[in-house]
């Protein structure tokens, strides 16, 4: 446990549970539907609340309506295939998910990627943080009224994805990940472009926020003291990732159970793990939750500028012995042995040969500690593919955190959490 | 067996002589400190061995992880068909544990664990939903994913991947009927 605090500058403030009464129970009370389609719901959510006057007495949340079965299909495709599926389950950060999955694989497997995967990996998992971040927080601006601060991030969103659509030709469902590997090499000339865009264009986008949200009246009065959870109460919902972290539970995957680049001895010649720290705060309300993920994009700046400059040289892929890792285009194309492994890959009687057993593997994304729990019968496919999505855990608390509030800040309260209803329903 | 290498499992059987806890890594690693340690429990003592794993001072399991079910239908090896897993995670100690708990046709049924985690309210809907287990004690088990009127559980085994045309036969309102 070495999670280092940086304390939230901020100036506490008494937050704590809303105590609003009615005057008269069972008066004049009246029910709201907000969603399933509404604006400030972002996608398919639907709330019922029961309201007097402009409190919120309770409010009961249905979802479903994006249910897509994933974890089904997951019985039905292989390794490989169904890293496709994670891309449309968090779709604001689809490579984080790429990696998650294959990282629960390659534990099942039991194998240990390459040190040049694992940094364009952790690389390519703090950009997908950042841009997470980067939505949320404008989002955070946008339902409570500010359209800059939702316009101004989006430019750098865009370059974010320009530089993904440079090693995999995708720009929002990449499936950049393989067992035991990547799709591709990253391009000659790409951890420079990444370079400069965290020393020119990122830290200009978080002045821009310090100055359109941190300190605007508007938008820290409806903020704090709004949506408050306490710390015992975060952990006992399961609540995981920037949201616990802002009610001041000190839990990062990345720290606590480090795996990639944030482990020490990662490449096998003794260097230690990237040096960031934990960003927490104590106040546990909306306002604590964009500031813990403000500064977790500094902090992913910074993990991205230690490990851009020197990326280990060597294959990206684990050795194509085992027969874990598909072979290069230029194998297949002209080599008999390439042909032969190839299809050996890819033909569906073929394919992984899994051992019997299960495993779980998680990451810390952007949301919140995301993993998958699979269970293999030695086939080819999973035999249970599923899913911990942090969304669907994290949002169960929602109606004990409007509960007591009026209802514009329900809406303050949503867009703090940053739901993303594919990942939510599946 | 010479693989107990998890702190809470000494303590578990100390504490509960009579279960059979059947401690086992969810799968064999080369490296035996990487392995996900699994115990298995009845439905008969799980609210108690769970109470323990949260309040005990040396299991301090805080947080319920994650709560899934699978369905062990033709499952190499299986006795029991549906199993309940617990991932159980201690933030003070730094450890995880994950706990099985085995469920049989015709009425699968175990008690909730709502009363010791929170977290476990909207993961007991999706099993129940997902897998038609039962949790006797939930506050509210309604279907979470699914609308009320389905009546299939499609993560079970033998629920077919197309469907079983509950897509095609969905009732649609006219202007007229509404």
Not at chain 1, 92 to 105: D, L
Not at chain 1, 217 to 229: L, M, P, S
Not at chain 2, 82 to 102: A, D, I, M, N
């Amino acid at each position: 446990m070495t999670t280092e605090v940086e304390e939230s500058v901020s100036t506490p403030l008494e937050a704590g549970p809303a105590t609003y009464a009615p005057e008269e129970p069972g008066g004049d009370v009246w029910v709201l539907n907000l969603g399933p389609q509404h604006p400030a719901t972002h996608t398919t959510l639907r709330h019922v609340l029961e309201l007097d006057g402009e409190h919120v007495l309770s409010c009961t949340v249905h979802i479903g309506y994006l249910h897509s079965g994933f974890e089904k299909l997951g019985e039905h495709l292989n390794y490989n295939q169904y890293v496709v599926v994670t891309d449309r389950m968090n779709y604001v950060s689809p490579m984080a998910n790429n990696i998650c999955w294959h990282h629960a694989c390659e534990k099942l497997f039991d194998i240990e990627i390459t040190p040049r995967c694992k940094a364009i990996r952790t690389i390519i998992a703090e950009l997908a943080r950042i841009q997470d971040h980067l939505l949320c927080v404008g989002a955070a601006g946008l339902d409570l009224g500010g359209f800059t601060a939702f316009m101004y991030p989006f430019n750098a969103r865009e370059d974010i994805y320009d530089l993904f659509e440079e090693i995999c030709g995708a720009r929002f469902t990449t499936s950049y990940t393989r067992v035991g590997g990547l799709m591709q090499d990253i391009t000659a000339d790409w951890h420079r472009k990444v370079k400069s865009y965290c020393t020119d264009v990122l830290p200009r986008v978080i002045d821009d926020f310090e100055k359109l949200l941190t300190r605007n009246r508007i938008f820290v009065e409806r903020t704090k003291g709004v949506g408050y959870i306490s710390h015992d109460d975060a952990i006992n919902w399961g609540m995981t990732g920037p949201l616990a972290r802002a009610s001041g539970v000190r839990r990062d995957l990345r720290k606590d159970e480090p795996y990639l680049c944030y482990e020490d001895d990662w490449d096998g010649k003794g260097t230690s793990a990237v040096d960031f720290k934990v960003p927490i705060s104590r106040l546990g309300d909306c306002y604590a939750r964009y500031q813990v993920r403000l500064a977790e994009i500094a902090e992913s700046i910074r993990i991205i500028l230690q490990l851009v400059n020197d990326i280990p040289a060597g294959p990206i892929n684990v050795l194509p012995d085992d027969k874990m890792a598909l072979p290069g285009k230029d194998e297949v194309y002209f080599s008999i042995e390439g042909l032969i492994h190839h299809f050996e890959q890819i033909m569906t009687n073929r394919g992984h040969q899994a051992p019997v057993g299960e495993a779980y593997g998680a990451n810390e994304t952007a949301n919140g500690e995301l993993g998958f729990y699979l269970a293999s019968d030695g086939g080819n496919s999973p035999y249970r593919a599923r899913c911990r999505p942090p969304s669907f855990i994290n949002y169960q608390c929602f109606p004990e955190l409007v509960v007591g509030h009026k209802i514009s800040d329900v809406i303050a309260v949503l867009s703090s959490m940053n739901i993303i209803a594919a990942e939510l329903d599946r | 067996m010479s693989e107990l290498s998890h702190p809470v499992i000494d303590l578990l059987v100390r504490q509960f002589p009579g279960v059979d806890f059947a401690p086992a890594p969810l799968l064999a690693k080369k490296n035996k400190s990487d392995e996900q340690m699994c115990v298995r429990v009845g439905p008969d003592r799980l609210l108690d061995v769970m109470t323990f794993l949260r309040e005990d001072d040396s299991c301090c399991f805080e947080q319920l992880c994650d709560l899934t079910c699978v369905d062990y239908l033709n499952f190499p090896k299986a006795r029991d068909r549906y199993g309940v897993v617990y991932s159980l995670l201690s933030l003070t100690k730094g450890h995880r544990l994950w706990v099985k708990c085995f469920v049989n046709d015709p009425s699968p049924e175990v008690p909730s664990v709502f009363g010791i985690w929170k977290g476990a309210n909207w993961m007991e809907r999706e099993v129940w939903d997902m897998f038609g287990v039962r949790f006797a004690g939930h506050p509210d088990l309604r279907r979470i994913l699914t609308w009320e009127a389905f009546e299939a559980h499609p993560l079970r085994k033998d629920y077919p991947l197309q469907g079983r045309g509950e897509r095609e036969n969905f009732e649609t309102i006219t202007r007229e009927s509404a």
